[in-house]
């Protein structure tokens, strides 16, 4: 009997390609956290190894493509609903996310592209994002760039935000989601963060009280949020407004384990170890 409930169950399944974190603050663990807080079931695979803490990162080394692609191919048991790109760190993990996204068609896929960690380390290169924006772009069912990485992204350095998002949607990107956290409007209040969604009918924006202190790992909780929400078929402003409003919550529940960034608490509504060790 129990077997049998437990094949009757089903969790819409949420492919991650991304880094991992050492520290969960962001990466592939971040992520599978928010689509797990979310109801959905994480599968990860790695495309980088990082060094780091909640500062900055320290090094980088890429996976190996062929090695992604087997890892994707071994989950061929779950039926995969949404997927979700965060950190790319060289052209071979770009070709095999490139690859395992086209065996996978009409699924819909979140990017959150990572260009710079926190403390100001690159991370990718110019010929990375020219190979970005020419073969994975035109794949993308939302973007979800902050100001910065809008600005490196788009075209032309003195373009407005809707100019620069308006270029990628013209690459075949279909909708672009720009976050304000760290980058904030001019013309925004200082207690406010404001979100603004562009796709080609139409546009909305969403304002949030800003929360003190930084953060390291909003982008990627927001990211797989939204996967997450689309996987378990949420319409696309639907999934937007939900995540935004559990990565607030993650971030507001945060916690600072040293003199770095705060860290988004993304399971912040379980109990405490102390409560269930009682």
């Known amino acids: 009997m129990e077997k049998s409930l437990h094949r009757l169950r089903r969790l819409p399944a949420v492919l991650v390609l991304s880094g991992h974190d050492p520290s969960s603050g962001a990466g592939l663990v971040a992520d599978a956290e928010a689509i797990g807080a979310c109801g959905a079931w994480p599968l990860t695979v790695p495309t980088a190894l990082t060094v780091q803490d909640s500062r900055d990162v320290l090094a980088v080394m890429p996976c190996s493509g062929d090695d992604m692609r087997a890892m994707a191919q071994a989950l061929g048991e779950f039926e995969i ?8 760190a060289s052209l071979d993990a770009l070709d095999a996310v490139v690859d395992i996204v086209k065996a996978h068609p009409g699924i819909p896929l979140v990017v959150d592209p990572v260009l710079k960690a926190g403390g100001g ?12 924006r020419e073969r994975l772009l035109p794949l993308v069912d939302i973007l979800t760039p902050n100001r910065l990485e809008l600005r490196r992204l788009g075209a032309g350095s003195n ?3 809707t100019d620069r998002a308006v270029a990628l949607l013209r690459l075949g990107c279909q909708a672009v989601l720009v976050t304000g956290t760290d980058d904030p409007l001019p013309e925004s209040a200082r207690d406010k ?10 546009g ?25 929400r689309l996987a378990a078929g949420e319409s696309l402003i ?3 407004e939900q995540a935004q409003r559990f990565t607030w ?3 507001r529940e945060g916690w600072k384990p040293g003199e770095g960034q705060a860290l988004p608490r ?3 509504q379980c109990d405490d170890v102390a409560t269930w060790r009682e």
């Open 238 to 240: 639907n999934a937007c």
């Open 121 to 132: 380390r690159e991370l990718s290169t110019q010929q990375l994002i020219d190979v970005f």
């Open 159 to 161: 373009d407005s935000d």
């Open 266 to 268: 993304r399971l912040w």
């Open 81 to 88: 609903a949404a997927i979700k790109v965060g950190l790319v």
């Open 204 to 228: 909305r924006q969403w304002q949030w009280p800003r929360l003190a202190g930084s953060f390291h790992g909003s982008g990627c909780t927001l990211a797989a949020a939204i996967a997450a």
């Open 249 to 251: 919550q993650a971030l």
């Open 193 to 202: 963060v404001v979100h603004t969604l562009h796709t080609p009918d139409s």
